[in-house]
């Protein structure tokens, strides 16, 4: 095969290449767009759960649990590639977490990130992250039964939860999620209305807390993950279009090296058909 042939070949796989990461970086901007939007619904819907359970706990204080308790550790990663070192700065964060023992359970979610952890002792679940936003509700159901065998492995009273996942504009964060420590509430005069007993009450509101929180922890991980795809795409594309530059100028100039060739004989045989005459 000729080397302008061969050039022709590589162009046309590099542009087919070019064409397939745009469209991945397309899709990575809509889902950012989107979960933007999800993020701030579910920011104030979580704000405003903490705020009506700091104003319950300050009528109906509910004691702590004595002792200390097992613990669990969410980590989320992601399930996708092409995120640069979007686990590596997850896995980084975990190893600078201070050692307490008994040390925590780990709940991996996201493949490549589980993958990973797959040899580490702590593990001691592991569950597919989402892809995309409408995954985020079927991701959860799962993660809450997880939540829920691993609590009663570790303990039948609960156990502390914690989270250490990307936020959606920042560095991985570690949060403490149970137990839980409502902000505080401003003093009401009157008590809240119940329909249901305070402890009744209090547990249906943690339920709604956890959900509210997992949500936000979900999205805000995928958000990170495709503002990081992203970049790591809009970087491969700008190397991958100066490499394309370059072959079309070798391209180019092998074709005029041809056309130059071909004019060469076709000059030189008329040349020779003259000197016959």
Do not use: W
């Not at 200390?68 to 989320?76: F, N, R, V």
């Not at 996201?110 to 990973?116: P, Y």
């Amino acid at each position: 095969m000729s080397g302008q042939a061969e050039l022709s070949q590589r162009f046309a796989r590099l542009k087919e290449i070019s064409g397939i990461m745009t469209a991945m970086k397309s899709l990575s901007l809509v889902e950012t767009r989107k979960l933007a939007r999800f993020i701030g619904h579910q920011r104030r819907m979580l704000a405003n759960i903490q705020a009506a359970a700091a104003d319950f706990l300050s009528f109906f204080p509910v004691a702590n649990v004595g002792g200390k308790q097992p613990a669990i550790l969410l980590l989320i990663g992601s399930e996708r590639g092409f995120c640069g070192n979007f686990n590596e700065r997850v896995l980084a964060a975990l190893e600078a977490l201070p050692i307490e023992q008994p040390a925590p359970a780990l709940l991996v979610v996201g493949h490549r990130l589980g993958v990973k952890l797959e040899t580490h002792p702590g593990v001691i679940a592991r569950l597919d992250g989402p892809t995309m936003t409408e995954d985020v509700p079927s991701v959860l159901n799962r993660l809450m039964d997880a939540l829920h065998m691993v609590s009663r492995q570790l303990s039948g009273d609960g156990a502390a939860l914690f989270s250490l996942a990307h936020e959606a504009e920042g560095e991985p964060a570690l949060k403490r999620l149970l137990p839980f420590d409502p902000p505080h509430a401003p003093h009401f005069a009157h008590p809240p209305r119940l329909q249901l007993a305070p402890p009744e009450f209090f547990s249906e509101l943690l339920d709604q807390y956890l959900l509210g929180a997992l949500y936000g922890l979900l999205y805000e991980s995928l958000a990170a993950e495709n503002r990081q795809r992203l970049a790591h795409m809009e970087h491969a594309l700008d190397r991958l279009d100066e490499t394309i530059a370059s072959l079309a100028l070798k391209r180019n100039a092998l074709r005029q090296e041809k056309i130059v060739e071909e004019i060469e004989v076709i000059l030189s045989s008329q040349q020779a058909f003259a000197e016959e005459k």
